[in-house]
């Protein structure tokens, strides 16, 4: 059993065709003006041709839905991440496969109560940092463990927020993520504008599939 992995951000061409050529699952697109890793549409059409190989996503802060849908064509966008304050719903009736992304640490028994239909094809759990994720903050992974058993029947549940190289096997054994999202973590030391480091990539990627989750109830003593 392995762990997916995403690594999000990516704005040049030559760290997109190195996650594709070390394997890497899904990449992300980041199109919030607000970002250092926004990408400018025109360059987003500039990144090599979409491959069945590997996953494109979309990530959107405070976009009108029909922006979205629009961009999501226009990119060949396999799945829309948006954050922001509109609610979830409205992304849900576009009729695209969507990330329902949750931060912090809320009830689960409410999350469970207000999942939107139909339901997402992921759900990510981030932490509430300023700027919607990419800094390196770790979620809590004592909630995120639980949350991962209560809302997997809903979508598969991914893990983002502060994980590296350094963490990642201890976030797959204590979380039992089915995919881990990763930004700031698979960057060069002191990246301004979130360019990627190969050898990072590598090293998560070696991780995610060779480090299979444990049940949840077996890393108790690992809070």
Known sequence: ???LLKICGVRR???YRACVALGVDSIGLN??????RYLDPADARALPAPSSAVERVGVFVDSAPDQVLERARALSLDLIQPHGDLPIAAFAGLGLPYTWVIRGAPELAALVRA???PAPARILLDAAVPGF???????????ARRACARLSQIAPVWLAGGITPDNA????ATVAPAGLDVASGSELAGARRGEKDPPRIAALLAICRGAAPRPAARVQEME
């Open 1 to 3: 059993m392995t762990t």
């Open 13 to 15: 061409a030559e760290d």
């Open 31 to 36: 199109m919030w003006t607000g970002s250092r």
């Open 115 to 117: 999942a939107p239909s």
């Open 133 to 143: 994720g990419g800094e390196g903050v770790r979620t809590d992974w004592g909630w």
């Open 169 to 172: 096997a201890r976030a797959i």
